[in-house]
């Protein structure tokens, strides 16, 4: 069966370090695979997109990998604040292009 | 732009009730889409719409109809409420690939339902 995961254990880390995101799928060719940021009480964000047959994708602090041999993507927070605190999801293109598949999401806690 | 917006943002229904939940979009996107976000279930796509006219089913399409009259709306309606569509409703739009944009997707605040 198709499958995308994310760790669904919290990730709390100190202010200042790297945050990195895991998402994980099975059975998927994606030709792009995205990332979002959903704060409490809100819809998602969208952050970085990343296509098939690029390695990796920088925005400011962030950095996406994506490795479709391992069918991995890590996502990258560098110097981290208490302001990215929130759930970041990855989010597959499949069904020939109609359909955005979501994993459900990791919550990162960034600590003073 | 007021981007995507969804009415209403809370509602409480009683079992067998139906209602439309409206979504509005400004981006005059082709693609909308509804999903539901429920705890440890993440987003769970409900319908889409790839343009005006055109429909189809997601993952959890059961209990909920949509149609596209125009570009700017895409209302999902719940035919008979039951307490299983408790749960968070997003609507979402992008522009369709290969147009050029990125492929981001936009989404609406959501409309949080309770069905006793």
């Known amino acids: 069966s198709q499958k995308i995961e994310q760790n669904s254990e919290a990730l709390n880390i100190q202010e200042g370090k790297t945050a990195t995101l895991t998402c994980n799928y099975t059975?998927?060719?994606?030709?792009?695979l995205q990332w979002y940021r959903q704060d409490p009480g809100r819809g998602p964000v969208f952050l970085l997109l990343i296509r098939e047959n690029e390695k990796e994708k920088r925005k400011e602090r962030l950095k996406v990998t994506f490795d479709t041999t391992l069918k991995q993507s890590l996502f990258h927070i560098t110097a981290s604040q208490p302001a990215d605190s929130a759930t970041y999801l990855c989010?597959?293109?499949?069904?020939?292009?109609?359909?955005?598949?979501f994993g459900t999401g990791t919550q990162l806690k960034v600590e003073l | 732009n007021a981007g995507v917006t969804q009415t209403p943002k809370f509602q409480v229904l009683k079992t067998g009730q139906s209602m439309t939940l409206q979504c509005a979009q400004d981006?005059?996107?082709?693609?909308m889409s509804w999903y539901r976000q429920d705890p440890g279930m993440g987003l769970r796509l409900i319908h889409y719409?790839?343009?005006?006219?055109?429909?189809d089913q997601g993952e959890v399409p059961n209990g909920y109809n949509v149609s596209r009259s125009t570009t700017e709306d895409f209302p999902l309606r719940l035919l008979s409420a039951a307490p299983s569509q408790t749960s968070v409703y997003f609507c979402?739009?992008?522009?369709?690939?290969?147009?050029?944009?990125?492929?981001?997707?936009?989404f609406g605040p959501g409309t949080r339902l309770t069905v006793t």
């Open positions: 989010a597959l293109l499949t069904g020939g292009g109609n359909k955005l598949t």
């Open positions: 979402a739009s992008r522009a369709l690939a290969g147009s050029g944009v990125q492929g981001e997707q936009y």
């Open positions: 059975n998927y060719s994606p030709a792009y």
């Open positions: 719409s790839v343009g005006a006219g055109i429909t």
């Open positions: 981006m005059n996107h082709e693609y």
